[in-house]
């Protein structure tokens, strides 16, 4: 927020930040959707991220986490999009 409308380029370096450190990912058309092994690192590439835009010249920057944290049995970007294939037509 606060460099004009356009926030293509600062995605871009984030998604060039989760890329270096190996993140999965999946951009969307309103967020990115990120799949970690901790929190740790969660909030660690949340910080990376943070320091980039603020270096970009960044003077505001929202950052909205929702967590699925499941301990019934395994989940992944790749198993709930195709649940919702799958199940749900989407």
Known sequence: MGTGTSMSQHVKAVHDILDEEGIKYMPGPMSTAL?????????DVIEQSNHVLTDRGV??????INIDYRLDKEISMKSKLGICKNKLKC
């Open 35 to 43: 799949e970690v092994d901790s929190l740790d690192d969660l909030f």
């Open 59 to 64: 003077q505001r920057v929202l950052t909205t």
